[in-house]
């Protein structure tokens, strides 16, 4: 890995952390636990469409397992590692579509994250409990995902925008 990647990934990690503790603080709905804005997949989005897709995977393995380890815990880590697979797995493959807008990506990636949470809950708690959360998890991962995927179209834009003008 040249320097260059190496350095981006450090910053892309850091971002991605502190994106994620400011999230920590954002309560969306406080009656559900564990339903926030997913601020850090930004960067994950990001990587999606800006670097190899095995430069993707180290990245979220990275935010999962720092975050777990700085604001978490080792249960936290196995939903927030099943989320994070499932949705970058395709994430990375929805790209691959000619054309495809970074929108649908982060919506599909809002939905599998929580379905691969959900398939967690089901392991270690019990189908039924994780029955009658999933819908408003669902409704709130269509929402963040729809939410992000908006938010990135515009920072992708500028980010587009600075490196024609930059040459970068």
Same mark, same amino acid.
Request: glycine letters at 10%; a positive charge; proline letters at 5%.
């Given at each position: 890995?040249?320097?260059?990647?190496?350095?981006?990934?450090?910053?892309?990690?850091?971002?991605?952390?502190? =994106?994620?503790?400011?999230?920590?603080?954002?309560?969306?709905?406080?009656?559900?636990?564990?339903?926030?804005?997913?601020?850090?997949? $930004?960067?994950?989005?990001?990587?999606?469409?800006?670097?190899?897709?095995?430069?993707?995977?180290?990245?979220?393995?990275?935010?999962?397992?720092?975050?777990?380890?700085?604001?978490?815990?080792?249960?936290?880590?196995?939903?927030?590692?099943?989320?994070?697979?499932?949705?970058?797995? #395709?994430?990375?493959?929805?790209?691959?579509?000619?054309?495809?807008?970074?929108?649908?990506?982060?919506?599909?990636?809002?939905?599998?994250?929580?379905?691969?949470?959900?398939?967690?809950?089901?392991? =270690?708690?019990?189908?039924?409990?994780?029955?009658?959360?999933?819908?408003? =998890?669902?409704?709130?991962?269509? #929402?963040?995902? $729809?939410? $992000?995927?908006? #938010?990135?179209?515009?920072?992708?834009?500028?980010?587009?925008?600075?490196?024609?003008?930059?040459?970068?």
């Amino acid at each position: 890995m040249k320097i260059r990647t190496l350095t981006k990934m450090a910053l892309l990690t850091a971002a991605a952390l502190i =994106l994620g503790y400011i999230d920590s603080l954002i309560p969306l709905v406080p009656s559900i636990p564990g339903i926030k804005l997913g601020l850090s997949n $930004l960067v994950l989005l990001y990587a999606v469409f800006y670097m190899r897709p095995a430069e993707t995977l180290i990245l979220m393995l990275l935010k999962v397992g720092l975050s777990s380890l700085l604001f978490g815990n080792a249960v936290g880590a196995l939903y927030a590692l099943a989320g994070g697979v499932l949705s970058v797995t #395709a994430m990375l493959l929805l790209h691959r579509i000619p054309g495809i807008s970074v929108i649908p990506v982060s919506t599909v990636g809002g939905i599998l994250h929580i379905v691969g949470q959900c398939a967690v809950g089901c392991i =270690l708690i019990s189908f039924r409990p994780v029955l009658f959360y999933a819908p408003w =998890l669902l409704i709130s991962g269509t #929402a963040t995902g $729809l939410l $992000l995927g908006i #938010a990135a179209r515009a920072a992708f834009y500028g980010v587009e925008r600075y490196e024609r003008r930059s040459g970068a």
